[in-house]
């Protein structure tokens, strides 16, 4: 059997003014051919699960290409149209194929298009026409729209927020393409699309309104008639018109039933929605509650200034509280300044600088803040993920630097990343365990790693454009009224 594999992932905050372009697929994952086999085998991502399954059952992969850049702006036409392309030219070249396989994440947002999943999704089944099957893992927060559903045959969205499953999905993801090739199968799609747009705040899947709807789904999923059922929280922060909450019930040959469920779960989403509003903590209470603390590490969750949703990663607000009251045993993991990395370059290990740190990208994350400090260490930014997330993944910082401030530790970042992997402090030759308040910034993906190790976890809310609090957006392009922006909808 023949089987295509691609990957091309963006989560995109149309509230970024970082534009995704070709250096920001290089500083993560652009791997072309035979390559991305090895970079993803084995590791805890939908590829990894792809391939195994793909391995394991002898089907021969034509692999095309892997691209995955931290989440920002718009993603550039000039990259998305190569990308695009390649993967159009190469599917071409791998003719006859058997199936496709491709690893999207479903919040996409080129220049000029709303939909970058469905675009592609539409241009790929013209180039294999309607009786190849095409098969896609998407993420938890993918804006799910009725173009992905109509031209792919079967799709899973990540069950669990932090994402914990992506291999366990992209491998059932796999398995499912090749029942549907060997006929014993035939999948039908019903799509829901309330009027939510849950904040990020309260999407975990650990408790709250997340579990309960897939506490709903697996019930259902015991029926033998229903394939896969994905609630998709969906990524509040792109002001497109399929921004918010999608339900995918997946049944066998059955458009009936899967329209029930869709309902069902459709009604059970709407009961629930208040429960997604999210409020944190005033920076100053949160710190202040931090240092009365005896034992540590206490968790500063700075969650509105998370990468991994957009945000710049250089939001200084926790940061200069943390200086003003003079609290020692502190670790700021991580800012993203370039600048101020070089600045440390410079100075050298051991040495005193002075700079300006953070606050640069935007006026939406805190001012810079001037700071003293000594060079505590400098690396080259690579780490491997121990998980659970991406585990066994290379992670890749760029040159990386801790700067310490009154023990205030404050490592530097070149290339953006979300603290999703407490690694991520380890490698710079911090013990995170013996340190008292570790400020990281991510919105939920910390907790698969972090909550283990944690004291205790306070959810600051400080400026950034990864924040619960919506009414902070200026959206003009979604869906109106809508949850919980309209107040005509709380009723
Ligand atoms: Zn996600």
């Known amino acids: 059997m023949r089987v295509f594999l691609a990957m091309l992932s963006h989560e995109t905050n149309t509230f970024s003014n970082i534009p995704t372009d070709r250096r920001q697929f290089e500083a ?58 390649r993967i159009l030219a190469d599917l071409r070249a791998a003719a006859p194929l058997d199936g496709v396989l491709l690893d999207l994440h479903g919040a996409m947002v080129p220049e000029g298009l709303d939909d970058g999943e469905g675009d592609l999704l539409k241009a790929v089944r013209e180039v294999v026409g309607p009786t190849v099957p095409i098969s896609v893992p998407l993420d938890l927060h993918g804006n799910i729209s009725a173009d992905m559903v109509a031209h792919a045959d079967f799709l899973v969205g990540y069950k669990t927020y932090p994402h914990v499953d992506m291999r366990e999905r992209g491998a059932e993801a796999a398995q ?40 709903l789904a697996g019930e259902m999923e015991k ?72 034992a540590g590490p206490i968790i500063l969750a700075d969650m509105a200034d998370n990468t991994g ?75 491997v993920h121990k998980g659970p997330m991406f585990r066994g993944l290379e992670g890749k910082l760029g040159t990386t630097a801790v700067l310490d401030i009154n023990d205030v530790k404050v490592i530097l970042i070149s290339y953006r990343w979300q603290t999703l992997d407490p690694e991520m402090i380890r490698f710079v030759g911090i013990d995170p365990l013996a340190e008292k308040i570790l400020v990281v910034k991510s919105t939920i993906h910390y907790r698969a790693a972090f909550e283990p190790i944690a004291r205790e976890i306070i959810e600051v809310d400080a400026p950034g454009l990864s924040s619960s609090n919506l009414s902070r957006f200026g959206f003009k392009r979604i869906r109106r009224p809508i949850f919980p922006l309209d107040p005509v909808m709380e009723d």
């Open 28 to 85: 993560r994952n652009l791997h072309y051919g035979g390559e991305m086999l090895e970079v993803f085998r084995n590791t805890g991502t939908c590829l990894g699960g792809m391939i195994d399954v793909a391995e394991r059952s002898g089907v021969t992969l034509l692999s095309s290409v892997a691209a995955a850049a931290s989440p920002a702006g718009r993603v550039t036409t000039e990259i998305y149209a190569h990308l695009k392309e």
């Open 176 to 215: 499912r393409l090749l029942e549907i090739a060997a006929r014993k199968i035939k999948p039908t799609r019903a799509l829901r699309k309330p009027p939510m747009l849950p904040p990020l705040g309260n999407q975990g899947t650990a408790r709250g309104p997340m579990r309960r709807l897939y506490d």
């Open 223 to 294: 029926d033998p008639r229903v394939l896969s059922i994905s609630i998709f929280a969906g990524f509040p922060h792109a002001d497109i018109p399929d921004a918010g909450l999608g339900i995918v019930v997946v049944t066998d040959g059955d458009q009936a039933l899967a329209e029930a469920k869709a309902d069902e779960l459709e009604r059970a989403a709407w009961m629930h929605r208040k429960e997604f509003v999210h409020t944190g903590v005033p920076v100053k209470e949160a710190v202040a509650k931090a240092l009365a603390t005896n």
């Open 309 to 383: 949703g957009g945000a710049a990663g250089d939001g200084t607000e926790i940061l200069r509280e943390l200086l003003r009251v003079g609290a020692k045993a502190a670790v700021v993991a991580s800012i993203w300044d370039p600048a101020a990395v070089q600045a440390c370059v410079k100075a050298g290990v051991g040495n005193a600088v002075s700079l300006k740190v953070g606050g640069k990208v935007d006026d939406k994350h805190g001012e810079p803040v001037e700071v003293t400090g000594r060079v505590r260490t400098l690396s080259d930014g690579r780490f």
